[in-house]
């Protein structure tokens, strides 16, 4: 399968890829790993007339600690360099553990950060985990920087509130330092798949119980979801709430179904999953 | 057309390519490289596994521009060609234990499951079976040789780390 033919434009700069937005509107697409939109190409469900490349630009790799104590994890920085990254392991390893569930070793070596994010799909683990750390992008277009808070971020199925002249620059989360624990339970139908229904529970501990709890849903609606009933059945609460808290895990999600699952299914999964996920975070 | 540079298996290659190119038809097409399968060309299955400056990648998910100016390895520079004749001599250790432990059937998954493999030791030079098989999750085999494809690997380790292996 031959992807449709596309005009190709190297950018070296954040700066000439807007520039080449700009130029081409809706018609050009942004490249980064490419393990989204090539798959998407190569089906012909997408066949955008250009497509810039932001292979080149290095500014857009790395991590580093910024001036208000979050990590700023450059948009085209590997899944694979995220996961190995000292900053991300000694600060937020939540999000290296949920990244070493994303897709499979070749997969995670061409992979971006940015570029999972930007696609927006609620079936991939990244955007649940940036909604459940409150993370959130730098887009940066003509008229400069914005910050989009991932719970503004996930507009609907495969749509983001970037606009068509943005590049996601950076993606920030906190830094969790102190009492957490996190868990991501992912239950696919085969190793490398797509989680049917994924569930990430981060928990803050302090004296025996839970002070902040955090559990976010892959694949449970248009846009990666937080169970909100089941944070707020559990926040103040001890451990031995989690089981009746999880319950609630289904709670004002609009899960899809396919061939691989009914949505009674993934909302039974999720009650399952948020539970094993927390008894796991707080463990 | 665009220009392309690229180093395949030691080779310096100076190409126009069209942008749609995939990765693993410019390697099988144009350089000629044919030890590098297609398979299910949607990034599943794993068996057009090349190194991209070093690192496992799938080459139908990448395009040939996207590696411009890169370092490509392939199934085919894998083993010592230094040898007097015979083509086993200079063979990788993971080609060696494919071939005394059984590691195919078909074949067809064998040059992606080998570098695949190869990018695993190299991060990871004492896997263990599960290991193995969390490291090679990105390649399928449909002969179901996945036991002795788990041995191979972990004897070719074994021999990469200076350990004597009965051949």
Known sequence: MIPASFEYVRANSIEEAIGALQEHGDEAKLLAGGHSLLPLMKLRLAAPEVIVDLGRVDALRGVCETDDGRLAIGAMTSHQDVIDDDLVRQHCGVLADVTAHVGDAQVRHRGTIGGALAHGDAASDLPAALLALDGSVIAQGPNGRREIPASELFVDYLTTALNDDEVVVEVRVPKLDGDWGWRYEKFSRVAQAWAIVGALGIVKRSNGSIEDARVGLTNMGTVPVRAAAVEQALNGNGTDAIADAAQQAAEGTDAPGDLNATPEFRQHLARVLTRRALEAAAG | ?167
């Open chain 2, 1 to 167: 057309m665009t220009k392309l540079n690229i180093t395949v298996d030691g080779e310096v290659h100076d190409d126009d390519v069209e942008p749609r190119t995939l990765l693993v038809h410019y390697l099988r097409d144009v350089v000629g490289k044919t030890g590098t399968n297609v398979g299910c060309d949607t990034s599943n299955c794993g068996a057009c596994t090349v190194h991209l400056d070093g690192r496992s990648v799938k080459s139908c998910t990448v395009l040939a521009v996207q590696a411009d100016g890169a370092t490509v390895d392939t199934i085919e520079g894998l083993a010592d060609p230094s040898t007097n004749g015979d083509p086993t001599a200079g063979w990788h250790p993971l080609q060696k234990a494919f071939h005394t432990e059984h590691g195919l059937q078909c074949g067809y998954c064998t040059p992606g499951m080998i570098m695949a493999a190869a990018d695993l030791l190299k991060e990871n030079p004492d896997p263990s079976e599960d290991e193995v098989r969390h490291g090679l999750e990105g390649n399928l085999c449909r002969c179901t040789g996945y036991v002795n494809i788990v041995k191979a690997v972990r004897t070719a380790a074994a021999e990469m780390r200076g350990e004597e292996v009965s051949a």
